[in-house]
């Protein structure tokens, strides 16, 4: 029994999982894609389920796919008038649906993974990195939160929300930017954690919003300058206490540490709750949370 933990800890590597991936800038957005090829790297089934086009800031609309517009998806990355959803000729996990983030991740999780997984289901919901900070007030209008919280919600599959602050839109087949290499390699890291520490991944309907700062050539350009902050979508000023962490039973602000504080290289995760996208305010769950993810977290100086 004793070796057998030990052994367990001393594995490097995550167990292999089956994930789900989606966003709403479009399945061949350079963030997305570089994040997929990292999570195949680290040795899970992935399978991406993204929309046609450019989704950003459809919330969590959903409507039945349609027919590609005589343009073709976005990024050229489908000929015009092709099929209302369609998977990449050569690599059947990665999945285009012509409507709505939520859409796009329902599609994926319905349809798309269990035909490729012999029926079975994801078992974590990853969405993003979206190209720009989903930061406070713009939580709800993101499709990228949307999508997240409609797998935690109503699929049931725990969920996590990633954007970055760095960055335009960028074609997959383009040359990798540094941003995209440096986000997918803080969401693995996340994503890491959340899986060692074993099921459930986070409490019943939550998700996490993660907001990754600015990426520069010369500042927050590897992984080992960052630190992982556990923070509020709204400010809280009326909620009842948070969670006692770092000394305080109020969590900072995610707006004020990655806005404000960015040039540190902090890393926000916020609780949310993903029946209204706001906080998570009950202090049992932003704690169970906290355990979940202590081994990353740090306190504010
Ligand atoms: C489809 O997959 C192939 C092989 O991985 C890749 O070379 C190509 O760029 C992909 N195209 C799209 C639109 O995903
Ligand atoms: C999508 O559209 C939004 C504005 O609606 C824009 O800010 C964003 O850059 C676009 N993203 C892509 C991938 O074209
Ligand atoms: C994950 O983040 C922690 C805390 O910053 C860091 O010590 C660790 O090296 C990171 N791991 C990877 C694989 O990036």
């Given at each position: 029994?004793?070796?057998?933990?030990?052994?367990?800890?001393?594995?490097?590597?995550?167990?292999?999982?089956?994930?789900?991936?989606?966003?709403?800038?479009?399945?061949?957005?350079?963030?997305?894609?570089?994040?997929?090829?990292?999570?195949?790297?680290?040795?899970?089934?992935?399978?991406?389920?993204?929309?046609?086009?450019?989704?950003?800031?459809?919330?969590s609309n959903?409507a039945?796919?349609?027919q590609?517009?005589?343009?073709?998806?976005?990024?050229?990355?489908?000929?015009?008038?092709?099929?209302?959803?369609?998977?990449?000729?050569?690599?059947?996990?990665?999945?285009?649906?012509?409507?709505?983030?939520?859409?796009?991740?329902?599609?994926?999780?319905?349809?798309?993974?269990?035909?490729?997984?012999?029926?079975?289901k994801?078992?974590?919901?990853?969405?993003?990195?979206?190209?720009?900070?989903?930061?406070?007030?713009?939580?709800?209008?993101?499709?990228?939160?949307?999508?997240?919280?409609?797998?935690?919600?109503?699929?049931?599959?725990?969920?996590?929300?990633?954007?970055?602050?760095?960055?335009?839109?960028?074609?997959?087949?383009?040359?990798?930017?540094?941003?995209?290499?440096?986000?997918?390699?803080?969401?693995?890291?996340?994503?890491?954690?959340?899986?060692?520490?074993?099921?459930?991944?986070?409490?019943?309907?939550?998700?996490?919003?993660?907001n990754?700062?600015?990426?520069?050539?010369?500042?927050?350009?590897?992984?080992?300058?960052?630190?992982?902050?556990?923070?509020?979508?709204?400010?809280?000023?009326?909620?009842?206490?948070?969670?006692?962490?770092?000394?305080?039973?109020?969590?900072?602000?995610?707006?004020?540490?990655?806005?404000?504080r960015?040039?540190?290289?902090?890393?926000?995760?916020?609780?949310?709750?993903?029946?209204?996208?706001?906080?998570?305010?009950?202090?049992?769950?932003?704690?169970?949370?906290?355990?979940?993810?202590?081994?990353?977290?740090?306190?504010l100086?």
């Amino acid at each position: 029994m004793r070796s057998f933990v030990l052994l367990a800890a001393a594995l490097p590597l995550a167990q292999s999982i089956r994930i789900i991936q989606s966003n709403d800038d479009g399945w061949a957005e350079a963030n997305l894609r570089t994040f997929f090829d990292v999570l195949n790297s680290a040795g899970h089934q992935v399978v991406l389920s993204g929309p046609a086009e450019n989704q950003s800031g459809t919330g969590s609309n959903d409507a039945a796919p349609k027919q590609v517009d005589a343009d073709g998806c976005i990024h050229a990355s489908c000929p015009g008038k092709s099929p209302p959803t369609g998977a990449n000729a050569t690599d059947p996990r990665l999945n285009y649906v012509n409507s709505f983030p939520v859409t796009s991740i329902k599609t994926g999780i319905d349809v798309t993974a269990p035909k490729l997984w012999n029926g079975a289901k994801p078992e974590l919901a990853l969405t993003g990195p979206n190209v720009g900070g989903n930061v406070a007030v713009q939580v709800p209008f993101s499709g990228t939160v949307g999508a997240a919280t409609y797998a935690a919600k109503t699929a049931q599959i725990p969920a996590i929300a990633f954007s970055g602050q760095t960055g335009n839109p960028t074609a997959w087949n383009a040359p990798t930017p540094l941003h995209s290499k440096v986000y997918a390699d803080l969401a693995l890291n996340i994503t890491t954690t959340i899986i060692n520490s074993g099921k459930p991944y986070l409490p019943a309907n939550t998700y996490l919003n993660v907001n990754f700062p600015a990426v520069t050539e010369t500042k927050c350009n590897k992984p080992s300058e960052f630190k992982y902050i556990f923070t509020r979508i709204n400010t809280g000023v009326l909620s009842s206490r948070d969670a006692n962490w770092c000394g305080s039973t109020r969590l900072p602000w995610e707006a004020d540490v990655i806005l404000l504080r960015g040039s540190s290289c902090y890393v926000t995760i916020s609780p949310g709750d993903a029946n209204d996208k706001s906080t998570v305010n009950d202090a049992a769950v932003q704690t169970q949370i906290i355990n979940k993810l202590k081994p990353l977290l740090s306190c504010l100086p």
